[in-house]
């Protein structure tokens, strides 16, 4: 039986205990401040919070993001192949950064030294808690025995039934980072209204930002999620994950309201990590689901 492992983009925002269960490995992600470099799982998140707000209206840059380069794919393919010999990589939506091309030409450097180790890069078409989503239901799969190929046949599968909802408090750091695709129209008129968003990034939209409604307060964002949550299922039981940008107090009511309305056979709670809250700023809050098969 092979042994397969499974790494993912940071953007996947996946928890320590998921992490700890499966096994879960994570490629950091590179936020840029004023052209020194931080890794996702080394940035001062409350620094980069308040950096975000003070320059949003100011003359200075805001921070950029980057991708890992392929040497750095292939060092930790290589280093996974140790104790594997398949892998699994998770990207988030290819439309979103050039991490999936990076995480292919990787693949490219390592087979010429690990001819023998199978590796598989996956397009999410999703990011945040839709991708953790994918991630754990792999994992899942491979915790009860699946080979590769049935491992990677559920992927695709699952791909195409989960849904992203993303609420903001603005679109204006998506905007600036050219991730608002469909949503253009709304973030240029957020600096006059009173509205928060809801935007969809999954299969669906085809990995884009696809705008869905917009209301004035967080608890009629909330509300708007869950009651799409529970339209979709059609009374099924989901598989389901939240996501926050430094509101965990809000990630939780989320959870009580989802819970209320739909019956969840798996639930995660995460926190954004540094490249992810460069494009969305504090504030943030998306519910990733599916119906369970």
């Not at 023998?116 to 899942?140: C, K, M, Q, Y």
């Not at 884009?208 to 099924?236: E, H, L, N, Y």
Request: proline share 5%; hydrophobic share 40%.
């Amino acid at each position: 039986m092979s042994r397969i492992v499974i790494m993912a983009d940071s953007c996947a925002c996946i928890p320590e205990e998921a992490a700890q269960q499966y096994g879960l490995t994570t490629m950091p992600f590179h936020t840029i401040v004023d052209g020194k470099d931080y890794l996702d799982n080394e940035i001062d998140m409350p620094w980069l919070y308040q950096l975000l707000k003070d320059r949003k209206n100011a003359e200075e840059p805001l921070p950029t993001t980057s991708f890992p380069p392929p040497a750095d794919f292939c060092q930790a393919y290589e280093n996974l192949a140790q104790k594997a010999d398949a892998i699994l990589y998770f990207s988030m939506s290819s439309l979103f950064s050039k991490g999936y091309q990076a995480a292919i030409e990787g693949k490219e450097l390592a087979q010429e030294k690990l001819p023998h180790i199978r590796i598989d890069i996956i397009d999410s078409r999703t990011v945040e808690s839709g991708e953790l989503l994918l991630v754990t239901g792999a994992a899942r799969a491979i915790s009860e025995g699946k080979d590769i190929d049935e491992v990677l046949e559920l992927t695709h599968r699952l791909i195409s039934r989960v849904t992203l909802l993303t609420g903001s408090e603005t679109l204006f750091y998506r905007d600036k980072g050219g991730r608002i695709f469909q949503a253009k129209s709304w973030a240029e008129a957020q600096p006059t209204s009173a509205f928060r968003t809801i935007v969809e990034v999954d299969a669906s939209t085809d990995g884009k930002t696809r705008p869905v409604t917009r209301v004035r307060t967080r608890k009629q964002m909330m509300k708007a999620m869950v009651d799409i949550a529970k339209q979709k299922s059609g009374g099924k039981p989901i598989h389901a994950a939240i996501v926050h940008a430094n509101v965990p107090q809000d990630a939780e009511q989320l959870k009580a309201l989802l819970l209320s309305q739909c019956q969840c056979d798996e639930l995660y709670i995460s926190e954004l990590p540094g490249a992810i809250a460069v494009h969305n700023g504090e504030g943030l809050l998306d519910l990733g689901f599916y119906v369970t098969d």
